[in-house]
Structures are given as structure tokens and as C-alpha cells.
């Protein structure tokens, strides 16, 4: 498994994908029209797999080069503007889950709860996702059967197009949704029917994305690969599945109507479609999670072929303060500490057993204390904060990756989508009405892994015990730093106002509560300004 995913890595960095911008106002994009064009480009039949590799690495690369020097878009620091690390700074600064260190322009924004439709991370997190739509919207309109016949591509090749188009579909929905969830919905739509040449585009709204969505991915359903059939890092029909089982989930957030039913639908093919879970949770997170069992979609690294500063390099050495993790190398894998990332005291709570002490006894509770004080007065001092140590770029015999030199860069994959997730989805939807499910059913899936964490069923549940309350918790512990905080706080109604608080919510030291406006982010500025055709989301 990690040769194919070393050479689809190393297809993304050496294969510069040529498109055209359509877009005034994403006009931020480079072009890359001087080094070569689209018939050179596809003139060898190899270089379609390789294209395909260049959008699975615009979700965790940065440029045509790694780790730096030839960036995809313009920003003051490269590795700031991986399309992962952008996502997941929008999905874990603005909540209780993170408190980050550093004081770089708008990630003290972002952290509070109190950014302006300026703010140069929300910018990022914005053009990341309409320059990877644009990519992929032009290896579509590259990869037709017109396009096709007149290169008299081979028909053996062309069968493989039909999954490789699937798949790029499935990844273009992937940014929507992101746009949806992120954004409201309120953004510039345009696929590869769009002819090429500079415009504004129109925008959709909230509703429309939505049915979009929810149209396209059962479109490629079939047309994606049998559960468990494609290789390492290249998602199947599974992944349109957990897609679509999020997008119901939170419908009635994204656009006020619920659809639960058709959540536990698509949660019950999942399960059933042959993934199973990983028996050690730690697993999931090390070196060698590319032989973890229960991990969907992956976005894949490794510290040779894909250097960058953001991905998981980000999560692994962020998260790592070398004074203080003294085996920080043969603990965690990496030969240095970039002391940003901490967390909250209202976090912590979460993993408090009954007696109120830290659950010890959870294998998913991987908070570091020794020598760090629980609370944070000064966002800036080093010694503040308890750490969540869960990504590390060691393999489960303890063997560090095989990039720890000067700079760590890590072999450590992302797990975008667990089939844990679609468990608790599952227990969710139940009991938010949706129909088809069972309780008994529902519950001994959020024992399996209960038994998972503790190792016993010693914190088991009856059908009795399973309510709202607990799948949050549960989501909390199971999925902590793994880009859902936001989306799971909105849809429970805790992440604005003052229902629930955390450490420097709302930019005060105890919290406070927050306007509604901050449920979803503002269009940048700079866009709003481009394209008369878009509206500002309310409140900005």
C-alpha cells in the first residue's frame, strides 16, 4: 500500500495541471500557461492517471514543488495555504477545540470568533476551494469522449477515464460541500459545462448547492469503483456514500429541511459495505495508517515524495512543544517542535470521568499535561494549555517516518472520512427522527466503539442511555482535531451565541456569547468586489 501511495504523490508534484482561469474573480490564481499546454500535457497516455493524482494532492500540497517555491496561490507564507491546513484551521480554531499560539494576521480572528470578511485564512480557505474546483472542472472538459477520439486513446485506457472522471466529480463535490458548509452556500458556481474565457460567474444559493450536490453524487455512484476495489488513496462509492450521509445529516442546517431518513439510508450501506473498524485506535493516526482498517478516504503524505508545510505536517509538529515533549523525536516522530497548537479547558471536560479526573482509561484521550498548566490567560505563552497529541509520524512499532531530518515532514495520512463516523451518524439520525433505524441497533454500534476506546465493555450503554447528549460526547472524544468540531457544534446549535462557552469564545478570556453571523464565514472581500453577481452573507 505505500508504494502506490508514494507514486500517486509523487505524480501530483512533477505533473503541472494547465487549465485557464473562468473566473474574474478568483483572479488571485496563477496560470501556468508558459511551461507547457493541455495537448502536450495528455500527449502521453500516463499523464491522465497523473492529472488525476494533481487534484488528489490539491488537498494536501501547495505548489508545483515541494515543500515550497512555486505556490498554486498567492499568500504571504506557502505553507499556510494547503488546501487541508486551511480546511481544518476554518473547522477547529473558531471552537472549543483549539487554542493556536501564533499571532500571524487573522488567526487570532479565526481563534476568537470575531473575523471580518478580510481576514487573510478565511481568504485562503476561500480560493483553495475555487482553485481545486477550477482544476477539476478542466481535467473534465479535458478527459470527454470528443477529447478522447481525436488523441485515439486506447479503449483499455478508456475505461479507466470512466473511474478516473468519477472520481474527480466525487472530489469537486467534496469542495462544494465545503462551500456549502463553510460559506453558506451563497458562492460563484461553474463546472466544466461553463465555456473557457474570463466571466463573472453567477452565484447559487444554499438550496441549490445542496440539490446539486446531492444530485451529482448519486450520478457517480455507479460509476465509482466497488467498496474496497481501487487503490490506496483513490476513494470508491463508499465515499460518495458518506458524502451524501453528511449532506442529510446537516440539511436542515444548510438550507431548513431535515432529511434523516435519507441519512440512515446511506449510514446502513456504509456499514454494510465491507469496511470494518480498525481494532486500535491509535492506528488510525501513525506512520503506517495506510494499513489501518475503517478509513474511507484518506488524503495521503509521505515525507519524501509529498514535503509540504501544511497536511499532516502541520498536525504532526504543531501540536509537538519541544521544551517540554522531551522524546519528542522517538515519541512522536518528528525532530522538531513548532509549539502552536493547544487546547481548551472546556475540552478537556469532555474527557473527565465520573469522578471529575481525567479518563485515563480512554485510549482516545492523548492529552499531554506534564509540566502545562490547564488554563490560558496569554494566547502567546508557551507553557499554557494541554496538548491533544493524536497525529504522530511514528508507525505502531515506533519506528519514525522516513523524513526526520532538519525539517519533519511526514508520512502520517489524513483520515477525511472514518467508518466510525457513519456509527454515530447513524445513532444520530435515529434519534433525530429519521425512520428505517433501530435503537438497539444504533446502540450497539456506539459500543463497539466504546469497547474500542476502553478496551472492554466496561462503559457500555443501553438503548436507554442514548440520547443527543451522548452522541456529542462521543463525537467529541472519537473525532477530536479531525476537522468536524464546527460542522458538529452548529448542527447541535452550541457554536454561536452563549449556550455554550469556551476560553477566548467571542475573544474574552471566560468566553462569551457570540452573534448568529458567525455560523458560516464571509465572501472575501475581495471577491465580493470582482463579481457584482455575489452577495455578501448577512451580518458582513
Not at 505505500?2 to 509523487?10: A, G, M, Q
Amino acid at each position: 500500500m505505500k508504494r502506490l501511495k508514494t507514486n500517486i504523490l509523487k505524480w501530483a508534484l512533477v505533473l503541472p495541471l494547465v487549465f485557464t482561469a473562468c473566473m474574474d474573480d478568483l483572479n488571485t490564481i496563477p496560470l501556468d500557461t508558459e511551461r507547457v499546454t493541455s495537448e502536450s500535457v495528455y500527449a502521453n497516455e500516463a499523464s491522465y492517471k497523473q492529472a488525476l493524482a494533481k487534484l488528489y494532492g490539491g488537498l494536501m500540497l501547495t505548489g508545483q514543488q515541494g515543500p515550497a517555491g512555486d505556490a498554486d496561490i498567492i499568500s504571504d507564507d506557502e505553507g499556510f495555504s494547503s488546501y487541508l491546513r486551511v480546511y481544518w484551521n476554518a473547522q477547529e480554531l473558531p471552537t472549543d477545540e483549539v487554542l493556536i499560539r501564533w499571532t500571524d494576521n487573522g488567526l487570532a480572528g479565526l481563534n476568537q470568533m470575531n473575523w471580518t470578511a478580510t481576514n487573510s485564512f478565511i481568504f485562503m480557505v476561500y480560493t483553495r476551494i475555487f482553485y481545486q474546483i477550477t482544476m477539476i472542472n478542466e481535467y473534465l472538459r479535458q478527459t470527454t469522449d470528443e477529447k478522447l477520439d481525436s488523441r485515439e486513446v486506447s479503449a483499455e485506457l478508456r475505461t479507466e477515464i470512466g473511474y478516473y472522471r468519477a472520481e474527480a466529480r466525487f472530489l469537486r463535490a467534496l469542495s462544494y460541500w465545503h462551500a456549502l458548509d463553510l460559506f453558506g452556500g451563497n458562492v460563484p458556481f461553474v463546472t466544466e459545462e461553463d465555456e473557457l474565457g474570463s466571466f463573472k460567474p453567477e452565484a447559487t444559493n444554499p438550496q441549490a448547492l445542496f440539490e446539486y450536490l446531492e444530485a451529482e453524487l448519486k450520478a457517480i455512484e455507479t460509476e465509482l469503483m466497488e467498496p474496497l476495489q481501487n487503490e490506496y488513496a483513490r476513494v470508491d462509492r463508499v465515499a460518495a456514500w458518506m458524502l451524501l450521509a453528511k449532506l442529510y445529516l446537516n440539511a436542515d442546517v444548510y438550507y431548513g429541511e431535515e432529511r434523516y431518513t435519507e441519512c440512515l439510508d446511506y449510514c446502513k450501506l456504509i456499514i454494510n459495505s465491507g469496511y470494518v473498524l480498525e481494532p486500535v485506535f491509535q492506528n488510525l493516526f501513525l506512520a503506517d495508517n495506510d494499513q489501518a482498517d475503517g478509513i474511507i478516504f484518506t488524503l495521503a503524505s509521505d515525507g519524501i515524495s509529498s514535503q509540504t508545510y501544511g497536511g499532516t505536517t502541520y498536525l504532526v509538529n504543531a501540536a509537538v512543544f519541544a521544551d517540554y515533549q522531551l522524546n519528542y523525536r522517538a515519541d512522536y516522530g518528528t525532530s522538531e517542535g513548532w509549539a502552536g497548537l493547544r487546547t481548551t479547558s472546556a475540552f478537556v471536560d469532555f474527557f473527565r470521568d465520573s469522578e471529575g479526573e481525567l479518563d485515563t482509561l480512554d485510549s482516545r484521550n492523548m492529552l499531554f499535561t506534564e509540566g502545562r498548566t490547564l488554563d490560558i490567560t496569554d494566547m502567546e505563552e508557551i507553557s499554557e494549555g494541554y496538548l491533544l497529541v493524536k497525529y504522530k509520524n511514528i508507525d505502531r512499532d515506533g519506528v519514525e517516518g522516513s523524513n526526520v531530518g532538519s525539517r519533519t515532514y511526514v508520512d502520517t495520512d489524513f483520515p477525511m472520512f472514518r467508518l466510525a463516523d457513519a456509527y454515530l451518524m447513524y445513532a444520530e439520525a435515529l434519534l433525530r427522527g429519521g425512520t428505517g433505524g433501530d435503537m438497539n441497533t444504533a446502540t450497539d454500534y456506539v459500543n463497539s466503539l466504546l469497547e474500542r476506546a476502553y478496551g472492554n465493555s466496561s462503559q457500555n450503554i443501553s438503548p436507554a442511555g442514548l440520547d443527543l447528549d451522548l452522541i456529542l460526547r462521543e463525537r467529541t472524544r472519537e473525532f477530536a482535531w479531525e476537522g468536524h468540531r464546527r460542522t458538529d457544534l452548529r448542527r447541535f446549535g452550541l457554536f454561536t451565541g452563549d449556550q455554550f462557552l469556551w476560553p477566548f469564545k467571542g475573544g474574552a478570556l471566560e468566553g462569551t456569547g457570540t452573534p448568529a453571523k458567525f455560523e458560516i464565514f464571509p465572501i472575501p472581500t475581495s471577491d465580493i468586489n470582482a463579481n457584482p453577481n455575489l452577495e455578501q452573507n448577512p451580518g458582513y
